[in-house]
């Protein structure tokens, strides 16, 4: 009887005996799926972070790279490289909060009780997600208004 048990317990199934007459079997395999599927998400979820986080950084440096001409017509017409660095990288700063926010309205929108249960989540990932897209515009910006601006406008693409 208790190699029984242990064999249907491994199997996912547990048996209860209810006053010495009757007993019953739970299948807990969907819950045992369940807790693996929980499990993956836990470990999986700072792997997520971090891609969010690099494309976060990705995207302004990309932007930026492709705006380099625009910023050595702005070095052209007198535009200082302070003024041309805090242009190129507030339009990248701007687009970044916009869409923190349309993405938090969204989730508002489609599920306030899971905006509010996991809030505290998601001001950290949006803040660690919001710096890095600041220090890259910031940096990108530093780098391409750095060369001259005829360099930047030979620029083959």
Do not use: H, W
């Not at 001409?69 to 017409?77: H, Q, S, T």
């Not at 989730?107 to 950290?124: D, E, K, P, R, W």
């Amino acid at each position: 009887d208790l190699l029984d048990n242990l064999l249907d317990e491994s199997m996912g199934y547990y048996s209860y005996d209810r006053a010495g007459s009757s007993s019953y079997y739970t299948d807990t395999t969907e819950l045992d799926n369940i807790r693996r599927v929980r499990d993956l998400l836990i470990a999986l979820f700072p792997i997520a972070v971090v891609a969010a986080v690099l494309i976060g950084a990705a995207v302004p440096i990309l932007i930026i790279i492709q705006s380099s001409k625009e910023a050595a017509i702005m070095r052209v017409l007198g535009t200082t490289k302070k003024r041309t660095i805090a242009i190129l990288s507030l339009e990248q700063i701007i687009l970044c909060i916009l869409g923190l926010a349309v993405a938090a309205g969204v989730l508002l929108i489609y599920n306030v009780g899971l905006f509010a249960q996991s809030g505290l989540t998601l001001a950290v990932c949006a803040s660690i997600y919001l710096v890095a897209s600041i220090a890259a515009a910031l940096i990108s910006a530093a780098v391409t208004t750095n060369k001259k601006p005829m360099e930047l406008l030979q620029v083959k693409e």
